[in-house]
């Protein structure tokens, strides 16, 4: 029995022991002392249960916002690739035609940037080391 139901167990037997001291005439009265504080009772504990749950939507809620949208799709990243080659070419044009070889490079260096970049973006643990770090190893200590 939990210790809540023992002490509105206590009430019920207080309120039935003064009923039979008192008399009938405050039967009304004591009944409604006693529901009044099982209203009590059954409000605190919806309350305390509403605000449990507005917390864990809250929490839900937060975690959400923080979590990355799944926004993108075959599509943006196939555009994406498109555009980059559309643009590399005038960029190729003009880097090699200003400064050779080495701004060529600096164009492609770009190119190259960028799409690393959006990669990244799209799939966070592309660059990640894939083997085991030493502290993952089966060696423990």
């Not at 209203?39 to 923080?66: K, T, W």
């Not at 080659?85 to 090699?96: K, N, T």
Request: charged share 30%; proline share 4%.
């Amino acid at each position: 029995m939990d210790a809540r139901d023992a002490e509105l167990k206590k009430e019920l037997n207080a309120t039935l022991q003064a009923r039979r001291e008192l008399g009938e005439e405050y039967e009304s009265a004591l009944v409604d002392s006693f529901l009044e504080k099982v209203d009590q009772r059954i409000d605190g504990a919806v309350e305390r249960r509403v605000r449990r749950h507005l917390a864990e939507q809250q929490m839900v809620v937060a975690r959400d916002s923080r979590s990355p949208k799944p926004t993108d799709s075959w599509g943006e990243r196939f555009g994406f690739g498109i555009v980059s080659l559309v643009l590399a070419v005038p960029l190729s044009a003009i880097g090699g035609g200003v400064a050779q070889l080495p701004g060529l490079l600096v164009a492609w260096a770009g190119i190259v940037g960028v799409n690393a970049f959006q990669a990244a973006r799209v799939n966070p643990g592309l660059f990640r080391r894939r083997g085991k770090s030493n502290q993952d190893s089966d060696w423990e200590d």
